[in-house]
């Protein structure tokens, strides 16, 4: 298995995401490579990560610029294939504006950048990166953005439901989605969505964040075990 970690100008977690990956060589034999927004080749890899931070210095929009970066192209025909892609946070925002997922991320209901754990769960355990996670039980994952509020118009989010591309809500410890709950206001407390085809995904939380027991949380691990254990089965 082939990760690609796409680094951008103004990218800040792609090497937390390629250590979370390296220490997984031992179980799961991966490979992982930086990819440079400038590439036009994705070496290839089976598995592309969009990762987190400030993409062109979150000019315009969040992930609006990045959208237009040279490997997107080559993104989006990947994933068009059928090709497995992972957007975390800033990435989230780069899928969106790409129209690879559908909806958009707004600015927080407080208009304050917010940075601190929260409790995520998976509305299914059918998707690729939730097939070793329990639905009943709260993901403790950690949030840093400005720009978090998931939204999308009427008819978008009643194909959201219809085709079941909801993947994480927001939910207290005890894993009862609340508005409460809630950092940033998103529409139905949604965390992570998923395009139509399942093949393409986004979340804001970080799960690199929380994968060693140096930071004291490995609940993102469940998420990047969750990918082994789909691909595998698929192979």
Same mark, same amino acid.
């Given at each position: 298995m082939k990760f690609g970690v796409v680094? $951008?100008?103004?990218s800040n977690c792609d090497q937390d995401m390629v250590d979370v990956l390296e220490n997984l060589k031992a179980r799961h034999k991966n490979e992982v490579v930086k990819l440079w927004h400038k590439d036009h080749d994705l070496q290839g890899c089976d598995f592309i990560i969009l990762p987190g931070g400030f993409s062109y210095g979150d000019y315009l929009?969040? +992930?609006? %610029?990045a959208r237009f970066s040279p490997i997107m192209q080559?993104?989006?025909? =990947?994933? *068009?294939?059928?090709? $497995?892609?992972? +957007?975390?946070?800033n990435g989230f925002q780069i899928l969106c504006e790409a129209n690879l997922l559908p909806g958009t991320l707004l600015h927080n209901n407080t208009r304050k950048f917010i940075c601190k754990n929260v409790y995520i769960k998976a509305v299914s355990d059918e998707f690729l990166i939730?097939?070793?996670?329990n639905t009943h039980k709260a993901l403790k994952i950690p949030i840093a953005h400005g720009e978090g509020k998931f939204f999308a118009p009427d008819q978008a989010m009643r194909e959201i439901y219809q085709y079941n591309q909801i993947v994480f809500k927001y939910c207290d410890e005890k894993a009862v989605v609340t508005f409460d709950a809630n950092p940033n206001g998103s529409l139905d407390? %949604?965390?992570g969505i998923s395009n139509r085809r399942k093949n393409v995904f986004g979340m804001m939380p970080h799960p690199e964040r929380a994968a060693d027991t140096l930071l004291g949380?490995? *609940? +993102? /691990? /469940? %998420? =990047?075990e969750s990918i082994f254990n789909s691909i595998e089965i698929f192979n």
């Open positions: 680094v $951008f100008p103004g929009r969040s +992930g609006a %610029i080559q993104v989006s025909e =990947f994933a *068009d294939k059928g090709g $497995f892609v992972l +957007g975390v946070c939730t097939s070793k996670l407390c %949604i965390a949380n490995t *609940d +993102g /691990l /469940l %998420i =990047f």
